[in-house]
């Protein structure tokens, strides 16, 4: 089993910073693109940021240059730094991660329990 755990939601003031975190544990071999997601009520899921085993980032437009994603492979754990937060980043904030159980495994896609980020104006 895998399991993705994830922390450091809560309540902000826009402008306001919040870390979350995201460890990955159980039967985890391997470990390709990690990346946070988030859903606002009413709304689809959506992507923020994707980070790949070698660094490479991909954010949505709606986050550049506010949200930082880091991820360090030794701990299986991503990050996501959100700073100067609005209100519309109000969502449950969901982590990804996409790996292998074994080494002949295929990769398969496991979300996090997903964690509420609030952001009042």
């Known amino acids: 089993q895998v399991q993705l755990v994830e922390s450091g939601g809560g309540l902000v003031q826009a402008g306001g910073s919040l870390r979350l975190s995201c460890a990955a544990s159980?039967?985890?071999?391997?470990?390709?693109?990690m990346g946070w997601y988030r859903q606002a009520p009413g709304k689809q899921r959506e992507l923020c940021v994707t980070?790949?085993?070698?660094?490479?980032?991909n954010y949505a437009d709606s986050v550049k240059g506010r949200f930082t994603i880091s991820r360090d492979n030794a701990k299986n754990t991503v990050y996501l730094q959100m700073n100067s937060l609005k209100p519309e980043d109000t969502a449950v904030y969901y982590c990804?991660?996409?790996?292998?159980?074994?080494?002949?495994?295929?990769?398969?896609?496991?979300w996090g329990q997903g964690t509420q980020v609030t952001v009042s104006s």
């Open positions: 980070i790949t085993s070698g660094g490479t980032t």
């Open positions: 990804n991660a996409e790996l292998r159980t074994s080494f002949i495994a295929r990769l398969s896609n496991y």
């Open positions: 159980g039967r985890v071999a391997t470990i390709n693109t």
